[in-house]
């Protein structure tokens, strides 16, 4: 079945770049999900590349898509404080708009 | 308006006790779901509604009892859980069709089974 890829942790300073990674095993995935979640809080939908597309950038975040290494990347400039969360990357699975999430990667940006 | 609601936002209950949590969203989205989430766990899903009508069981235990009373809503029954069924539930909505469609998530009702 689909696996979906992302390390743990990754720990920044204000003002510095993240890049976030996700790997997934799935080639045929239509489109590709950034979740947030802060703590206690549902999940946020930051933003969706389709397939066919390698980069798509809306205001600080970037994603990147390398389809023939199924690897995908979402990075955030000038990261903030409140950018610290856990960031899920997803995929499609099965029908009905079902989705397969990464474990998450627990962003931590300190001042 | 890209919101989903859930009530209540936090639950605790006791094993013998019955309770409902309760999910709306007003997009026109006619996909549902339920998600259930451990502490440092991605959600894992539980239930689909397409069209008002119970699409995916992922063998969730039949003291889970999900119910979908028009397109806006989506309700979870919950009787006789244990302690371990204490987590994050999660309720989403998305368009439904052929075709992927982005989910919406609300903020979640945080359940304690003691």
């Known amino acids: 079945g689909e696996d979906v890829e992302q390390s743990l942790f990754l720990s920044v300073r204000e003002g510095d770049s993240s890049v976030i990674n996700c790997t997934y095993t799935d080639s045929s995935s239509t489109y590709l999900y950034w979740y947030k979640q802060e703590p206690g809080a549902g999940l946020q939908l930051l933003t969706y590349i389709f397939s066919n597309m390698d980069m798509k950038q809306d205001q600080r975040l970037t994603v990147l898509l390398n389809k023939k290494d199924k690897h995908l990347s979402l990075r955030i400039a000038d990261t903030q404080t409140g950018d610290s969360a856990i960031y899920f990357c997803?995929?499609?699975?099965?029908?009905?708009?079902?989705?397969?999430f990464g474990k998450g990667t627990m962003l931590l940006v300190s001042p | 308006d890209t919101e989903v609601t859930q009530t209540p936002k936090h639950l605790v209950m006791g094993m013998t006790n019955k309770k409902s949590l309760k999910c709306e969203q007003h997009m026109g989205h006619r996909a549902m779901y339920w998600y259930k989430q451990k502490a440092k766990k991605p959600p894992e899903l539980m239930f689909v509604?397409?069209?008002?009508?119970?699409?995916i069981n992922e063998s969730v235990p039949s003291r889970f009892s999900p119910e979908c009373p028009n397109s806006s809503l989506l309700n979870l029954h919950l009787h006789a859980l244990q302690p371990e069924d204490s987590a994050l539930y999660l309720c989403a909505s998305s368009r439904a069709g052929t075709g992927y469609y982005e989910q919406y998530f609300g903020p979640g009702t945080r359940l304690t089974v003691t």
């Open positions: 997803a995929e499609p699975s099965g029908g009905y708009s079902t989705l397969t």
């Open positions: 509604y397409s069209y008002e009508k119970l699409s």
